[in-house]
């Protein structure tokens, strides 16, 4: 059921026109009459002395029709602000004028919000119902797997044959087994402006001299200084220092494409990804930086 309010307009008190100036009836040329008429004879059996009270004996002016009698016709013009409908659609929460048969206007109208996990997020962080952003990472006949972080995953049950692996788009979690480790989506269809919320999730900063291989599979997050930036036929190699030591920062997009080309040697960066070895070196896969 729509909460819009349709009321008349207060420009046009609901008329559609308003009126611009007057001009001389071309019907009457300004007289404000059409003809006379002898009305005599339609009071035919009426007594003299009623005839004479009434000026009933004489001929009498017909008024025109088209001016009603005035002499003078208004020049119209379509409302502006109603368009000549005469009535306007009104936002019922704060009141202004739409454009249009919108609910709601702009600045009121309920947007659907779409979640960004943060790095951090686990899968105890999903509300059932809500819709996220992921991105496929594969796809089998039975459905297509989404990723929304290197940690949270979900399937995405049915025939998709339009989709493919990189891919991005809006899930909608039906359904959290935690016991099981699944996550259970369904295709999300927004209509409409809707608002994209980054969740956010207090990591407390790591000193990389305490990475080590007991940190194995563990979400860091590291601050330092990027002292050396090397490009692989593979990810990017970020070597990054703070004052305890240096740890190493590999981050991928496409294979021998250079990620974040806005840093360089000398910047301070937040490195947020989990811990792994790579040629027998501690090393953080990046998922952000």
């Not at 009321?7 to 009459?33: D, L, M, N, P, W």
């Not at 039906?174 to 016991?179: A, H, R, T």
């Not at 402006?193 to 000193?207: A, F, G, H, S, W």
């Not at 330092?224 to 692989?232: A, D, F, L, P, R």
Request: with cysteine; net charge neutral; proline share 4%.
């Amino acid at each position: 059921m729509r909460n819009t309010m349709i009321q008349s307009c207060s420009e046009c008190k609901g008329k559609g026109y308003r009126v611009k100036s007057y001009k001389i009836c071309s019907a009457c040329h300004g007289t404000g009459f059409r003809s006379t008429e002898d009305i005599k004879d339609h009071f035919k059996g009426v007594s003299n002395s009623a005839r004479q009270r009434f000026d009933l004996e004489d001929s009498h002016e017909v008024p025109c029709e088209v001016c009603r009698g005035k002499g003078e016709v208004e020049v119209r013009e379509t409302c502006p602000t109603c368009g000549g409908k005469g009535e306007v659609n009104i936002c019922p929460s704060c009141g202004r004028m739409i454009k249009g048969r919108d609910e709601y206007c702009p600045e009121c109208q309920k947007k659907e919000k779409v979640y960004i996990l943060h790095p951090a997020c686990t899968m105890d962080d999903l509300e059932v119902g809500s819709i996220y952003r992921g991105k496929i990472t594969r796809v089998e006949k039975y459905g297509v797997f989404v990723s929304l972080n290197s940690h949270v995953w979900g399937l995405m049950r049915g025939l998709f044959p339009d989709y493919k692996v990189g891919d991005e788009l809006f899930v909608r979690v039906s359904q959290v087994k935690p016991y099981k480790g699944e996550v259970d989506m369904i295709p999300a269809s927004i209509k409409g402006p809707y608002e994209v919320i980054k969740l956010k999730k207090d990591l407390p900063r790591t000193r990389i001299a305490d990475i080590d291989t007991k940190s194995l599979g563990k979400t860091v997050r590291i601050v330092g200084e990027v002292i050396q930036i090397q490009q692989t036929s593979g990810p990017t190699i970020f070597t990054v220092s703070d004052e305890t030591g240096t740890t190493w920062a590999a981050a991928f997009d496409e294979p021998g494409i250079r990620v974040y080309p806005h840093i360089q040697i000398g910047h301070i960066v937040e490195v947020i990804g989990e811990v792994n070895q790579h040629t027998g070196k501690i090393q953080i896969e990046s998922e952000s930086i």
